[in-house]
């Protein structure tokens, strides 16, 4: 499909959640097999590119696994494969100038930015979660893991990192690298973030429920069917 649906959003949990009435639609020169928005700079992966909502050609990094914005909206992740790697690079998103390439020590296989853009995650294949700064794209905390995790994300206030891999979402404190909690979802999982004001902990499962977890306990407290 060669179309975007601008809407009205009722709920939104970092992106779990949309609904709502359709305000805009807009016809694109590609389909889009993933997309971001942050700061309302909407972009979009087609084969090796990413383009904007005009179909102009951002960047061309090689075949695209994922996309991520930076909450600022100026700039934004890629992660994708060129030749037999997987990379990841950091592009403007004003004129996709590459502005960093990320030296890696074994292959990616999630990528994130902190809601405060401070600092950006990249998981990989050596079971490792690295956190890099933002200004200086040096390591500043790394939290080793059991697997290579699927989708990772940050808390807003920069204390959790969650990820998940099958059906567990694991939670650690982001500078201790210390395991704060498993949770057994009881079906694979499909996306996993934290609320705005960072009190929940949002867990969608494959079936569409969405579980709801309350970060001092991490006791499931809601959940919403048919999403």
Not at 206 to 227: N, P, Q, V
Request: charged residues 20%.
């Amino acid at each position: 499909m060669k179309k975007f649906y601008i809407l009205s959003i009722s709920f939104l949990l970092y992106g779990i959640v949309a609904s709502g009435a359709e305000d805009r639609i807009i016809e694109l020169a590609n389909t889009p097999q993933d997309w971001d928005n942050v700061s309302f700079a909407i972009s979009y992966a087609h084969g090796n590119s990413v383009y904007n909502l005009r179909s102009f050609e951002i960047c061309s990094p090689g075949k695209i696994f994922d996309i991520v914005g930076s909450p600022t909206g100026n700039s934004f992740l890629t992660l994708s494969v060129r030749g037999k790697s997987k990379i990841v690079n950091l592009y403007s998103y004003i004129d996709g100038v590459n502005i960093h390439n990320f030296k890696l020590n074994a292959e990616p296989t999630a990528i994130c930015f902190a809601p405060n853009a401070k600092y950006l995650g990249v998981a990989d294949k050596s079971n490792s979660v690295n956190i890099y700064d933002i200004r200086t794209y040096n390591v500043q905390y790394s939290i080793s893991t059991s697997f290579a995790p699927q989708q990772i994300c940050i808390s807003g206030n920069n204390y959790f990192v969650a990820a998940y891999n099958g059906d567990r979402v694991y939670v650690w404190n982001m500078e201790t690298g210390k395991e704060r909690k498993t949770i057994e979802v009881g079906e694979y999982v499909n996306k996993v973030c934290f609320s705005n004001d960072n009190t929940k902990l949002g867990i969608l499962g494959e079936t569409g429920r969405l579980y709801l977890y309350d970060t001092k306990t991490f006791i499931l407290t809601t959940t919403y069917d048919g999403l």
